[in-house]
Structures are given as C-alpha cells and as structure tokens.
C-alpha cells in the first residue's frame, strides 16, 4: 500500500533522505551479522501479565520464530496489504508479529494492551482490519482480560475481521491457536514456500508498514500511517543524541504500539542491531531491577520517573552510570533541577524530546546543548537557515513558528506561535480521513502540531516550549501555559506529580488549579504551592495556583498522556458558583 505521493517519493530518494531498505531487509542484515547475540529480553516478571515465562531470544533464533508465525499467516490465508491488528502486551512476541508483517507486506495497527471495545470498534470500523492478533489473556491468570474472545465478539459487527489469531492457553472457539499451528520445524518446502511468499510481496520502502493511532484525549484516535522510509529517517536523531553505539542495549518501557516506542525500540533496535529489553506494565521496582541486572546503555524514562529516582538516591544505588549514560525523557516539560541534578550527581545527560506520530520531532542533546539547565527549558531550533546542529536529521527538515491571530511567522524571540513541521519525517496524511489530512496542513504544507513554543537564546538558535494551542489556562486575558506551571511546582518538595488545569470563573474567565499527587508521607497545601513559586521561584502573580485539588494519581491514557479532561471535571467542582 502507497499512500505518499509519486513526487514526494522521488524528491526524498534523489536527496537520499529515503532510500530502498525495508525493515524486514535491515533485520536480515543484522541476522547474518550478529546472529547469536541476544537480541531481544522479555521482562522478568512477565508471568504477571501473561502466560509462559521470560523468553531471551538471539538474531537467529528470532529469526526461526518470525519464519514459522510468517507460515502460520500464510496458511491463513493473510496477503500484502491485509491491514492486522496486533494488540500485545510488551513482549518477544511483537517482534515476531511486526517483522514477519514486514516480510509479507501485512500492514501492522498495534493497539495498547488496555484498549477495549469502544476504542477497538473505532479501529476497527476505519481501518477494516482482517485479522487481530493478541494473546488468549492479558494479565495475571484469575485476573486476567480475555483478549482473544473480545475480538470473537467484535467480528459479529466487524465484517472484514475473519480471523482472530492468538498465544495462550484455552484458546475459545473460533480462535486460531498460534501454538497449535506452529510447525515443529522448518523443512526445505517451508523455506521455499516463505521465499515464494516474499517475491508475491514484493514489498518496497515506501509501502506502508504500520497505522499507529495517536493518544485521543480529546476526540476520536486518529491514524497515522508510516511507510519503511518514514520509519527509517527517525533512529538518527535518537542515536545520534544519545550518542549509541552498534549493539546497544536498550530498555524499553514504553507501550511498543507507536512513535514513542517503535522509533527507539524497533526502528532504532534494527539499525543499531542491538538487544531490547521489554517492560510491561511499569513497575518502579522491576524497572530499576532490569537496570541494575541487564547492563543497559540507554532508556526512556517520563519526567516524573526521573524526578522521583533523583529525590531518593537509594533508588538509583548498584546502576552502572558508566555505561548508561544518557536517558531519555519527553511527553511534559522537563524540570532544571532534575536534568542538572543528574548530570552533577551522576554523571547522566538527559535527553530532551519532543515528538508526535506524526513525526514532528526535536532532541535536545549535550552536544548541542551542553548547560543541562538549558537543555531542560530549550530545543534546538532546527530547520531554520543559517543554524547547523549535530543531529543530521535536523538538516532535512524546516520549521515554522506561526502566529495563531494573524498566520504570520514569528521571527523574533519571546513571542509564542505554533511550530509546524515539513520534511521526510513527517507524515502525509491521516488514514482515511481526507478532511482531518486537510487541517492538519497548512497552505506551505507544513504540518500544523498543535504545540506553541517561542523563540529563545542570545542568538534566537532555540525553541522553548510554552504548552498546547489548546492547553493554556486564560485568566483575565492573560495566556497562561499549564506546561509552564508544571514544570515549576515539579521541583517543589513534597509534590510527586502535578498537573495545571483552568477551572471556570465568572469574574476572570478561568483560575489556575494544581492538580498534585503527593510524595509519600507528605501533603502540599495551596499556600506551599503559591509560596514555592512566589517566594522560590519568583512567578508572575496571575500565574498562582487559586485551588488545589489533592489526588491519589493523575489519569493517564494507555501510552501515558495525562488526561486533562477528567482532571478539569474534577476541579470544576471546587468552584461550584462558576457558569
């Protein structure tokens, strides 16, 4: 399936930004080069959430797996653009799922493993998906989601889902058994078959290889279709940050669903040919416990993790930072005090990103940005003219900073605009949504991210983010960025997670509420908040906080985006004269 244009095909390949590698032709590659070395590690406590125990596999033994699943799909009956749901909890088994949809040209939809009907019919009815593939259950057995039987029951209103394939146990009625139709061995026919298969395929970079579905915390997921090349034109800017060598070892405790976890742990796997290690579902203790014991060169870790882990430096005791020595971070505005501190105290560059599915992205590195203070609060502005940066993705794209009011660009430091990105990471549509694709672009073909930043530095080289377009709290006329407060009260003692939402008032529109979880033990009140950043942090007083609302946990969707629209209903309540 071709969804990118002839034009845009031919003017990426001629700069050689896009080139005629596929996924499948990099992972045999690194199967002739590495073969027994590891290559990818389930999580150690995978019986928790499914059946089986931990699985390592080396580059030839993955290979054998992906060989007979590529078998099992052939016989039945799935063929080049078969679109296939893989809804999979972290594990071995997507490796085997996604490479062998490579090879034959199925078009892979992962979902995360705590999606359920109402977001699967959405799915579902968009991209009439042929094939689901999952495991029987999904959690501790007792305790467990029958996944398998939820996809037997949406094949009753899905005509196009016929087939339903499955890992597992009590396999229910009308499920194929993967296990079950697993050949015992590959025989000379097998082989020949799967060569066959691959000539009919004949499948080429610029097909597409996955839809992945972006997180939908204000409306209906969307999906965002990526080709081989747009998959492959990310693993520099996250090598080349993070400054990885072939053969890294990489953790991985994102859902491998989309841009967050497939760029690093597979696109970014398969061009280091390095080992991944899987965590599902995230767990503080298991994942310092695989840091300790699986010798990881490089992770991804949300601000807050990291803020926790630097608070209590009993957590971080036995990690070897002389080998991992850049992490990762991104998804919220990081604070200066935990990127600095762990640069003082340990030795570790945080790596700022910000990024979409649909392939905006910026890195923030030591190498370009070498004060971890800085780096914590500016991106490089990348694909402006007359500024050069490390990362060579950063020279085959262009950004604009556009003015919200007037459409007009914004060239001047300090003024906030919406970034919008255009190149060959960037997507080319929306799957089957024409008039989503038509606003998501703008007239100069830039795609339009949502995301406002400004410009910063003595030198107007940077870009600061200051929230979403959607996301500013305006009290009395003035914008107010919520990202902007959160990244202030993260570093305030006592608070272990925070979140800014407006929340409506008569008078001046909408008021500032914090919304905090506290550190163990401990309780933040409004007056330390408003303390904190009046008196330590020196913040404008229209920025105060006027409530607070104390919660157990901030809501999060299945990839981890704090849900902002359950927590304004919530604080609503705290003013309950407002209209």
């Known amino acids: 399936m071709l969804l990118v244009q002839p034009e845009t095909i031919a003017a990426y390949t001629a700069k050689g930004w896009w080139g005629q590698q596929t996924l499948w032709d990099l992972f045999v590659q690194q199967v002739s080069a590495r073969g027994d070395a590891e290559a990818v590690v389930d999580a150690c406590n995978r019986s928790d959430f499914a059946h089986s125990v931990q699985r ?14 590529s078998l099992v799909l052939l016989q039945q009956g799935l063929r080049r653009d078969d679109i296939v749901v893989v809804h999979l909890p972290n594990g071995v088994e997507q490796y085997v799922v996604y490479l062998a ?33 999952t495991f029987t259950h999904i959690g501790r057995m007792g305790h467990s989601h029958q996944a398998a039987a939820m996809y037997c029951a949406l094949g009753a209103a899905h005509a196009s889902l016929t087939k339903v394939l499955a890992w597992g146990p009590d396999a229910p009625a009308g499920v194929v058994s993967i296990e079950a139709a697993w050949p015992d061995a590959l025989t000379p026919d097998h082989q020949a078959q799967l060569a066959q298969a691959e000539r009919d395929a004949a499948v080429t970079a610029n ?55 497939l760029s690093s742990a597979l696109a970014t796997w398969l061009v280091l040919g390095g080992t991944v290690v899987q965590h599902q579902p995230f767990s503080l203790s298991v994942f ?58 340990h030795g570790v560059q945080i790596v700022n990103y910000f990024g979409s599915n649909e392939g905006a992205a910026l890195s923030g590195g030591d190498i370009d940005i070498p004060d971890p203070a800085m780096r914590a609060q500016y991106f490089p502005r990348v694909g402006v003219p007359g500024l050069e940066w490390s990362v060579s993705t950063t020279r085959k794209i262009k950004t604009r900073l556009v003015d919200l009011l007037s459409g007009a660009d914004i060239t001047e430091a300090g003024q906030p605009g919406e970034l919008r990105f255009q190149g060959p990471t960037v997507f080319s549509g929306y799957f089957k949504a024409p008039d989503l694709t038509a606003r998501a672009f703008d007239e100069q073909g830039f795609y339009r991210t949502g995301d406002l930043f400004e410009i910063a530095g ?18 009395g006329g003035m914008n107010i960025s919520s ?22 008032d008569q008078i001046l529109g909408e008021k500032l509420c914090a919304c905090v979880v506290n550190a163990p033990g401990q309780t933040v ?8 950043l009046r008196d330590q942090k020196r913040v404008a007083a229209y920025k105060l906080p006027e409530y607070v609302l104390q919660i157990d946990a901030l809501p999060r969707n299945p990839v981890g985006k704090i849900l902002k629209r359950e927590l304004r209903e919530q604080a609503r309540a705290l003013a309950p004269e407002a209209v």
């Open 56 to 69: 390592r596999l080396s580059w030839h033994q993955l290979a054998e797996d992906i060989d007979k699943f």
């Open 101 to 133: 949809c490579a090879r034959l040209g199925l078009i892979v939809t992962p979902v995360p493993a705590q999606y359920r009907e109402h977001e699967l019919a959405h799915i579902l009815t968009i991209t009439a998906a042929t094939a689901a593939i």
């Open 207 to 261: 097909d597409v290889f996955s839809i992945c579905w972006t997180s939908g915390t204000e409306a209906a997921p969307k999906g965002v279709p990526r080709s081989h090349n747009e998959w492959l034109i990310v693993p520099p800017s996250i090598i080349e940050a993070g400054q990885l060598e072939p053969g890294a070892r990489l953790l991985n405790p994102f859902p491998l669903v989309n841009m967050s976890g």
């Open 288 to 345: 310092l416990q695989q840091l300790r014991e699986e010798r990881i060169d490089y992770t991804v870790a949300a601000p807050a993790i990291l803020n926790m882990l630097l608070q209590d430096n009993r957590l971080l005791a036995g990690i070897d930072f002389q080998r991992l020595k850049r992490i990762g971070s991104g998804s919220a505005p990081l604070s200066e005090w935990m990127v600095s501190g762990f640069a003082e105290r």
């Open 458 to 475: 003595d030198q107007l080289q940077y870009y600061r983010y200051v929230g979403r377009s959607k996301d500013l709290v305006i009290r």
């Open 483 to 504: 990202e902007e407060i959160e990244s202030l009260l993260a570093a305030c003692p006592g608070v272990q997670e925070v979140a800014v939402v407006g929340v409506p």
């Open 525 to 532: 009140s409004l007056g330390d908040l408003v303390q904190f």
